[in-house]
């Protein structure tokens, strides 16, 4: 990704040093912010919530650098990075904290940004669950070529690919019986983003979207982005995407092949973080038979 959001300088006067004196007298403090993002829908919409807001990125950095003192600007820098991945949008950032007046024992050129600095690079890294299905044309080779567009995905590594199972479609008209799978992986891209990407491996496989639940080519469902049992999955509910998957945690044809591939796999329900295990445990399978053999990976 190439789009980027940049703060520069932004001045505060604080303490914050190891030496003693610092603690106690103010000196100043420059911030350099920059953010990697998907900027094409903020720029095709022109609406605020489809971008970061420079505002508010600039207001967390006032407030991080304004905290009760810290030893070191490393610190400093690493707390800013991480409040700009905290936000769903965000992919990527490289904070720079600049101390000019830093008493290193020796002379800097005065005027400018002279003096010492820290910078930091931090990527989005969150779990992604995703899961396939086929039930037109040849499935086998249509998923297993789905799985590699998804390892070819960038931004988008695979960790693991459930086993193929063999199920009955739940709603819709009249249709053929699905092969599903789920694929668990890390991604940096911001979850709509992700789900462009999905949507266009779909459209490659002669996806279309004419009959809702109806029988199609191959379907890439976005189940999940982030891990509920350490509380940093998002939950997202706008026209375009919902997160977690409003459906997923009832449906068997996701929950069997997802504990396949995690067996530790935790789903966020209406009731809180919930065991993928002990759902299926609760829930009739009678309709998900084991698939053909496959190799995804």
């Not at 040093?17 to 022109?46: M, N, W, Y």
Request: aromatic residues 4%; contains cysteine; negative net charge.
């Amino acid at each position: 990704m190439t789009d980027r959001i940049a703060l520069t300088q932004v001045a505060v006067t604080t303490c914050h040093g190891v030496l003693k004196h610092e603690k106690v007298t103010p000196q100043r403090f420059f911030v350099d912010i920059t953010i990697e993002c998907d900027l094409s829908r903020a720029g095709e919409s022109d609406q605020l919530d489809r971008t970061i807001s420079y505002a508010d990125v600039a207001q967390d950095a006032v407030r991080i650098m304004t905290q009760p003192p810290v030893d070191l600007i490393e610190t400093l820098a690493e707390q800013m990075a991480a409040a700009v991945l905290a936000r769903p949008a965000a992919e990527a950032v490289e904070v720079t904290v600049h101390k000019p007046d830093a008493p290193a024992g020796v002379d800097f050129a005065t005027g400018g940004l002279t003096g010492p600095s820290v910078s930091v690079r931090r990527e989005q890294d969150r779990q992604v669950v995703i899961a396939l299905g086929a039930n037109l044309g040849d499935r086998l080779a249509t998923l297993q070529s789905a799985v590699r567009s998804l390892e070819r995905t960038p931004g988008l590594e695979l960790v693991a690919v459930s086993g193929l199972f063999e199920t009955t479609p739940v709603g819709g008209p009249p249709q053929p019986d699905y092969y599903n799978a789920v694929a668990v992986g890390r991604s940096r891209l911001a979850p709509w983003t992700l789900l462009e990407r999905l949507h266009a491996i779909e459209a490659g496989r002669g996806r279309t979207r004419e009959i809702r639940w109806g029988a199609r080519t191959l379907d890439l469902d976005l189940i999940q982005v982030g891990d509920p049992a350490a509380d940093t999955d998002l939950v997202l509910d706008t026209d375009e995407l919902q997160l977690p998957h409003p459906r997923a945690a009832q449906r068997a044809f996701v929950l069997v092949p997802w504990l396949g591939a995690d067996p530790l796999a935790v789903v966020r329900t209406t009731d809180g973080a919930e065991k993928v295990a002990t759902l299926v445990a609760e829930m009739d399978c009678s309709d998900i038979q084991v698939g053909p053999a496959w190799s995804p990976l």
